[in-house]
Structure formats: C-alpha cells, structure tokens
C-alpha cells in the first residue's frame, strides 16, 4: 500500500460525457501528479500541483482540468470524453521532490 | 524540458540470465535518475534510484549506473527470475522543489523458464 488513495477503481461511460477522478495523497506529502496510461503505452504526465498551486503542465488536452484543494486532494476532471480517453489514470504524490508514490490508478472506459 | 528515451522497449532472457536496459537524457541539469517497476495490472513502484553524484549503486541483484558526461543511465538485473518479468521505466528529474519527473517509453522484460 502506496498511502495514495485514488477513487474509482473503475469507471465506465459514455462519449461525450463528463467524469471527476479523485486523489488523496499521502499524508504529508504537497506534490499531486497526474499521468495517463494507455494501453501498452508508458506514463504520460499530464499535470502537477503543489501546496495547491499548478506546477507544471504535460500533455494535458483542454478538455481536461484538475485541481488540488486545501486539504490536498486532487481532482481531475475529465469532459466531453472521447473513445481514446479510455486509459488508467495514475495520481502520484511526493513530499517535494524525489520517490513518486502511485496509488492503484482509475481504469476509465469511455463506450 | 527533460527528453528520457529507453531502450529496448521488449526484452527477453532466460531464467539465470543478466538484463539491461539503457536511458539516456537531455537535460544536463538533471541529478535524481530513478527506476520504476510495474507489474500487469498494478502500479508502478520505485524499485532504485541513482543521485548525479554517485556513478554507481546496488541493492541485491539490481544495480543503476550513471554516467553524467553522456548523459545516459543503465538497469543491470542480475540471475533473473520470473517475477522479474514487469515493465520497467526510467526517469529522470532536477531535484528542486516540485520538480517533475520525466519517464522513459518503458521497457517490457519476458524472463522465460
């Protein structure tokens, strides 16, 4: 166990819909990241907070938004999804810098 | 930014055998270089990391070598076993506060019987 909660586990829906995706990193750490990973594909970095502020941005489409609130949770929402946003959604958290700690990811399938 | 690329992205060995997979960087300032293991359907977890000030470590049959000037980073795993079979991604970063780390296309390593 990763100290990284991440719910749902699995979420399946349909195009054009809109879906929140939550994060709760360890206790402790400020640093929240969000990757995505298709199929067979590697871990692209879509976005980073920290104490509540963005940090750094990947490739993240505009249709995708996140946010990290006082308590340090994460949220990222995803809208007017499309079939190739079907992918495992992995939150990361860190205490600043360094070991990255992934929780168990979100599995979304988009019909 | 930081560019990580890897390779090979599939290996194969036999059981007993050694495997390496290679990273290099882009980004000179780049000091904390670690490697993630993921196993099917699980997360991805760190199994070592490397610092720019060290060239070498080890931890049992796993070793990282770094070498700053060429800018590129190696996984030794030594007498494979079957549970060594996992997709492994490098990555590298600059350790300021909030840094984000840049991961590598990920390699897929088969030990066979």
């Known amino acids: ?111 | 930014g930081e560019n990580v690329e890897q390779h090979p992205s599939t290996l194969s060995v036999q059981e007993g055998d050694s495997a390496v997979i290679k990273c290099t960087y882009s980004d000179s300032a780049s000091n904390y270089f670690p490697w993630y293991k993921q196993e099917l359907g699980k997360r991805p977890q760190l199994i070592i990391d490397i610092r720019s000030n060290v060239g070498e470590k080890k931890d049992q049959r796993i070793a990282v070598t770094l070498n700053k000037t060429a800018k590129h980073f190696s996984l030794h795993i030594t007498e494979t076993q079957p549970e060594d079979s996992a997709v492994y991604f490098c990555a590298a970063s600059f350790t300021g506060t909030a840094s984000k780390l840049t991961f590598g296309t990920g390699t897929r390593l088969q030990v066979t019987l």
């Open chain 1, 1 to 111: 166990d990763s100290g990284v909660t991440q719910t749902p586990k699995h979420l399946i829906t349909a195009t054009g819909q809109r879906v929140t995706l939550r994060c709760s990193p360890r206790s402790g750490d400020l640093s929240v990241y969000w990757y995505q990973q298709s199929l067979d594909q590697g871990l692209q970095f879509l976005i980073q907070y920290y104490n509540g502020e963005e940090r750094a941005k990947g490739n993240i489409l505009e249709r995708f938004s996140a946010q990290q609130f006082p308590d340090l949770h994460s949220e990222l929402n995803l809208s007017s999804l499309e079939l190739g946003d079907s992918a495992l959604y992995f939150c990361a958290s860190s205490v600043s810098w360094g070991e990255l700690f992934f929780g168990e990811g979100s599995r979304l399938t988009v019909l």
